[in-house]
């Protein structure tokens, strides 16, 4: 195939057309959709609102409960362990075990330790390597109420709105009231937020904000306070055990959570953890691609920890609201579902079909942004196919420059540029082809303001638990959540875990699990947690032979 | 113009496959059979998990880049590398003062930079490495810190490096000293931090949340919004978020359909 400057000649003859409409789109954009419109649009395109993709989960905590049938598959699977496990060898004794070395899980470790526990007397153990992880990729920013015309009071308020009223209160609360002080936290760890020359930050607003409280550290906030904390945890001395994920919670007699089996990712040899507590914070599930969309998550995002704690007696809570980012790349496939972030449209860029007209309004809501996109494609059929058979429709980028001066692109969205120029795209001089993307688990495992799930030894912080955002989660406030809830749980399951001496090592609720399965007629040979996605060359894969050696 | 094939030959650890053109080295990989564990995190260019070295076709030289941010070619010959081990030394970060030895007192081995610019070369951020190396060697802090933010930690510098200079701690020890200790800190921040002593703010939000939703939503809808100097046009095309009209999800709106 040809490609010139990055794209197929017959992409070429669709970016003329953009180009030709640029100057009168320049002049004038088109109004928001009345609310109305917004409703027919969403119920008939939206992703979450096709209930033939959902079904209701058979057993557990939550059953009853509907959600997409990628994650009830998971929930609804087999447990990799048996209970004939021989827990006797135990390889780690630690007062506080925390699964998932992310942001939430390396915040909650540092707070363990500052509440009193020893550091050697922590352990994180990880997928991937410490860091691996969603909150390494955040680029936009956390919110926090720290300037004058803002209050706690006011956040709240957009955080609740923006979760349609359904967020559960008092973890909003928490959220809002914690803010300030984990940024003043953050600052005296020296992380390198935007500052002004006094050294107040430099906030921006972001969707769905009332006013602009979006700390940042340009395009790469998430790695800026994802490698301070992980520096810190490391000063700390706080031991890290990577590549190897926890496949189950261990329980102890007396029906409390006391430990995980985890995973050597090489060896496959497994290792038992026996803790006083237990905080769970594996993050998010993009990588399930529900209706098979592409992802912005990391590699290790599968919803493990919700597997994980379901079979435990945990609640989940509002899993059937997924968020979709309207902007993932959607060429050069390389790039697919990676996030473009908001700020793009932001600053003027308009979403335009394949001839070259602006058919929505550029700044609706993500969920009304999104279904106008995937209407453009699948019912209007006005998008763009890629030669990967992808749809998609245009972002015209070089309106940003246009708008703001010449340089504005590289300067404000460094990742950005650098990214598309990798792949051989000019975004300040060429549209870009976008498509939604899966974006964020809104919820999960339900828990208290100290990050207590129902299960007595059992914590969670971060995008694994639910209930803060509610039905949908404002940009910004995750990186915010992880850190508040993070810190809470951390201390919380310091102070449990002095007074806890978990009893014997048990995996009797696995086989509890399978019964619960069987009588609810659920008879199925796929096992969770599912650890990777699958992503190896179908014709590699047809003649695979399974070999021990 | 570039002609690319629908398929290309790349050398794996020595060994050949053919893979699907048009697909990154971490997917390249994938492609051939492999399951990754090592190598891939993000797969987006921010967490450094996937260092490479390679040779091209007719090519004598080595090169370096992150798998998940560059394209698979026809010919090349590469290998992954899971990590680096670089060494980082402990510090209390409230022990530690900005003076302009401190770098060098964790990390002394940066006087040894010969000034190749081999890091620099190496660097798939496109960071000038060496002059971070350099500023850091004169005690300048804070052209450390900001020469080197865009830094993901992946290694391939020090891989590289004659002198065994440990790049990215060096960094992110300039790093946290500069915004701890020579950036001001947030006068604002403090004063909220204060006014939250006086418990006026949960006061606030604990009348929030004895609202109904009715009054909630009410609420909501009369928010006043901060404007963004020059860009409060109603339906310009550099509408900005913040502005009258708010880009979150409305679907409570759509009421017939149940969560
Ligand atoms: C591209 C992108 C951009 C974003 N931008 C923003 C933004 O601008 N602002 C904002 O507020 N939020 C943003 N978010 C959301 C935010 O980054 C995440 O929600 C948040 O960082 C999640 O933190 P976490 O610690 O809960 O999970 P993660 O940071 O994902 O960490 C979870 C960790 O657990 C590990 N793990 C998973 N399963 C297991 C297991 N079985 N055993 C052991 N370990 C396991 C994972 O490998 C990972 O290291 C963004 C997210 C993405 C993907
Ligand atoms: S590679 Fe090492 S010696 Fe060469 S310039 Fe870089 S830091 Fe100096
Ligand atoms: S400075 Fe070194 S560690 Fe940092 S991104 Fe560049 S090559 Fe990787
Ligand atoms: S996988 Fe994270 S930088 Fe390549």
């Not at chain 1, 015209?396 to 120029?421: K, W």
């Not at chain 2, 053919?18 to 492609?31: C, D, F, M, P």
Request: hydrophobic share 40%.
């Amino acid at each position: 195939m040809k490609l010139i400057r990055g794209y197929p000649e017959y992409m070429r003859k669709s970016i003329k057309q953009v180009e030709r409409t640029r100057p009168n789109r320049l002049e004038q954009s088109i109004p928001p959709m009345s609310l109305d419109e917004r409703k027919a649009l969403l119920t008939k395109f939206h992703p979450d609102f096709r209930e033939d993709q959902k079904r209701a989960l058979a057993c557990g905590p939550s059953k009853g409960m509907r959600i997409h049938r990628e994650l009830a598959d998971l929930l609804e699977a087999q447990p990799l362990v048996t209970s004939t496990l021989d827990l006797n060898q135990i390889d780690f004794d630690v007062d506080v075990l925390i699964i998932g070395g992310g942001g939430a899980g390396t915040v909650a470790a540092l707070w363990a330790m500052k509440e009193g526990i020893d550091p050697k007397r922590i352990l994180i153990v990880t997928k991937l390597r410490h860091g691996d992880s969603n909150s390494t990729m955040a680029q936009g920013g956390i919110q926090a109420a720290d300037r004058p015309n803002d209050s706690p009071a006011t956040h709240y308020l957009d955080v609740i709105g923006g979760g349609h009223f359904t967020n559960r209160a008092d973890l909003v609360k928490a959220l809002v009231m914690d803010a300030p002080s984990i940024i003043a936290w953050h600052e005296s760890l020296g992380m390198m937020y935007d500052k002004d020359a006094d050294g107040n930050f430099v906030e921006n607003p972001g969707g769905g904000t009332s006013r602009n409280r979006m700390h940042s550290a340009k395009d790469y906030t998430g790695l800026e306070i994802m490698r301070v904390l992980r520096d810190e945890a490391r000063n700390a001395g706080i031991p890290v055990v990577e590549f190897a994920p926890a496949i189950e919670l261990l329980m102890d007699d007396r029906g409390r959570v006391a430990g995980a089996v985890l995973l050597n990712l090489e060896t496959k040899k497994y290792r038992i953890v026996k803790a006083q507590a237990t905080i769970l914070t594996t993050g998010g599930l993009g990588r399930l691609h529900m209706q098979q969309f592409p992802t912005t998550n990391h590699y290790g995002a599968t919803g493990d920890g919700l597997v994980l704690a379901y079979r435990v007696g945990a609640e989940l809570i509002d899993l059937d609201a997924i968020q979709y980012h309207p902007t993932g790349a959607a060429f050069p496939a390389q790039m697919a579902g990676l996030l473009i972030t908001e700020k793009v449209r932001g600053m003027g860029a308009q979403p335009v079909n394949k001839d070259g007209e602006l058919f929505v309004f550029p700044l609706e809501p993500r969920d009304v942004e999104s279904s106008a996109f995937i209407r453009e494609c699948y019912e209007r059929e006005l998008g763009i196919e890629t030669p990967q058979g992808m749809r998609g429709v245009w972002l015209d980028s070089p309106m940003v420059d246009m708008l703001h001066g010449p340089g504005t692109i590289e300067a404000s969205l460094p990742a950005m540029f650098r990214m598309y120029q990798r792949f051989g795209v000019d975004m300040t001089r060429d549209p870009i082809l976008v498509f939604p993307t899966l974006h964020y688990q809104n919820g999960g495992v339900v828990a208290d303001e100290r990050g207590a799930t129902n299960v007595p030894g059992l914590y969670v912080a971060g995008e694994v638990m639910g209930g803060i955002h509610g039905k949908n989660r404002l940009m910004g406030n995750s990186l915010l959540d992880f850190n508040v809830f993070g810190r809470r749980a951390g201390i919380a399951a310091a102070n449990y875990a002095r007074q806890a001496i978990a009893g014997k090592l048990s995996l009797a609720h696995v086989e509890e699990y399978k019964r619960q399965l069987r009588d609810a007629g659920i008879d199925n040979d796929h096992a969770a947690p599912q650890i990777l996605p699958e992503y190896r060359g179908q014709e590699a894969l047809e003649r695979m032979l399974d070999i021990p050696i | 113009m570039i002609d690319q094939p629908r398929e290309i030959n790349i050398q794996l650890m020595g060994k050949d496959y053919k893979v699907s053109s048009g697909l990154t080295i971490i997917a390249a990989i994938e492609y051939a059979g492999y399951k990754l564990v090592r190598g891939a995190g993000c797969r987006a260019g921010f967490c450094g998990a996937c260092p490479t070295l390679y040779r091209r076709a007719g090519s004598h030289k080595l090169y370096t880049a992150l798998a998940c941010q560059t394209l698979a070619e026809d010919g090349m010959c590469l290998v992954q590398v899971p990590f680096v081990p670089v060494v980082r030394r402990p510090y209390d970060i409230e022990e530690v003062a900005p003076s302009a030895n401190i770098i060098l007192q964790y990390y002394p081995e940066v006087a040894a930079c010969v000034s190749c610019n081999t890091c620099t070369r190496a660097c798939p951020q496109g960071i000038s490495v060496m002059d971070y190396i350099q500023t850091a060697l004169r005690g300048d802090i804070e052209q450390t810190a900001l020469l080197s933010f865009d830094c993901i930690s992946c290694g391939i510098c020090s891989s590289r490096c004659p002198a065994d200079i440990k790049h990215y701690p060096v960094g992110q020890l300039a790093r946290r000293i500069y915004s701890k200790y020579l950036l001001p800190r947030s006068s604002q921040l403090a004063d909220r931090l204060d006014e939250m002593e006086t418990e006026q703010c949960e006061v606030e939000v604990e009348t929030m949340m004895h609202l109904s939703t009715e009054e909630l939503r009410a609420r909501y809808e009369q928010r006043s919004f901060e404007t963004v100097a020059g860009r409060d046009q109603k339906h310009s095309a550099i509408q900005k978020w913040g502005t009258a009209v708010d880009p979150v999800d409305y679907r409570d709106e759509v009421e017939e359909v149940a969560y």
